[in-house]
Each structure stands twice: as C-alpha cells, then as structure tokens.
T-cell receptor
C-alpha cells in the first residue's frame, strides 16, 4: 500500500519553463490537495479537489493550474515558472466521511522544486 | 490575520523530560478542528493528534496529548517522556467548518531538539 506518491521528487527549472507535478493515491480518497512549504513557514494550500473533474483555489493559487481527470491522480502544473515558485510541494489526500471533522490528511513525501 | 500562531521558533529539551509546544488559533466558526503534525528532517508530514471543537475531553494518543483551552483559543501539544526521535518540526493546523475539504491552515512551526 503506497499511500500518496509524488513524482518527481526533485526538479530544477529555468525561469519561464513549464512542468507538471504528479500526485497519485491508492486509498480511494475523495479529496486531494496541493500545498507548498517555504522556509520558516507552514504549509499553504494552493489548490484542492473534492472529486474527479472538480478543482478549487486555495490560499495561494496564482501561477498554478491543476487537473483531476481520474480520482486517484491530481496534477499540479506550472505554465511559466518563476523563482518565487521555488519551494517544496506536498500533495495530500483525505476521506470525506468523518462525522467528527477528523478527516486526517495523508501526505506524500514532497517534491523539491528549484527555479533558477 | 494570522489564524494559527506558534510563538516558539525553537525549543531545546533534555531527553525524558516533558515538553509543551504552544499553539493559539483564531476563528469565529463554532465548528473547527485542530491538528498537530510532525515533520522530521526527512521531510514527510506525520499526523500526531486531532481535537474537534465540540470534543469534551482533551485528545490523547500515546505520549502525545493536546491541552485544549477553548476560551483561550489554545491547543498546546504535550509530549511526555521525550525521546531523541522526537527531534523534528511540529506544526499546528486548523480547519474551519465540519464538512467538505480539509482546507488546513498551518502555523509557522516549532523546531524541537531533544538533547541526550
């Protein structure tokens, strides 16, 4: 049982290049999320999805696009990378069904992106 | 406005001592949940403990307990009998509302170092 898998784990881009981060989960979770973590800061939500074919903006969505064509996959795209997007990106997933609000996020291992 | 505040950037504790990591939060939603996550140097995010706003008892999970003081809007993490493996970053996070996606807001984290 792999849980949440992110690829690639590391990537270096030049300013203006594009790339896609892939997140895959095998837990049949309805909800998926992309967060970014910058030094000295906690995680901030970029985009999230409550089901196949649906996405929504989080706290810091500018410069990113997402797609969820299949329930198990959530893609994060950077169309024109900027140095400000240098960060560690975390994908996460969760169930939708807890009555107590305790739908714990399961995180991937993170993807470190550097934009030069 | 900062929704989650962790005022201790770093803490140093002797092995086997108990440690309290502070977390205060701000919300006007009566339904909310509070989470603590651990991030070791390897980078993954590990769920530790959860407290719902309507929970009457403080949450406990093994050596972890959550000192929930609703009137003060604080949710401090207590680690009893600290171990060297507890050295890590610790994040407090909050979700507002009871249904839908887990749009967590994270604090800036506290770096805990356990000294032998």
């Amino acid at each position: 049982n792999a849980g949440v898998t992110q690829t690639p784990k590391f990537r270096v881009l030049k300013t203006g290049q594009s790339m896609t981060l892939l997140c895959a989960q095998d837990m049949n979770h309805e909800y998926m999320y992309w967060y970014r973590q910058d030094p000295g800061m906690g995680l901030r939500l970029i985009h999230y999805s409550v089901g196949e074919g649906t996405t929504a903006k989080g706290e810091v969505p500018d410069g990113y696009n997402v797609s969820r064509l299949k329930k198990q996959n959530f893609l994060l795209g950077l169309e024109s990378a900027a140095p400000s997007q240098t960060s560690v990106y975390f994908c996460a997933s969760s169930y939708s069904g807890s009555s107590s609000g305790a739908n714990v996020l399961t995180f991937g291992a993170g993807s470190r992106l550097t934009v030069l | 406005a900062q929704k989650i505040t962790q005022t201790q950037p770093g803490m140093f504790v002797q092995e086997k001592e108990a440690v309290t990591l502070d977390c205060t939060y701000d919300t006007s939603d009566p339904s909310y949940g509070l989470f603590w996550y651990k991030q070791p140097s390897s980078g993954e995010m590990i769920f530790l403990i959860y407290q719902g706003s309507y929970d009457q008892q403080n949450a406990t999970e093994g050596r972890y307990s959550l000192n929930f003081q609703k009137a003060r809007k604080s949710a401090n993490l207590v680690i009893s009998a600290s171990q060297l493996g507890d050295s890590a970053m610790y994040f407090c996070a909050m979700r507002e509302g009871w249904s839908g996606a887990q749009k967590l807001v994270f604090g800036q984290g506290t770096r805990l170092t356990i000294n032998p």
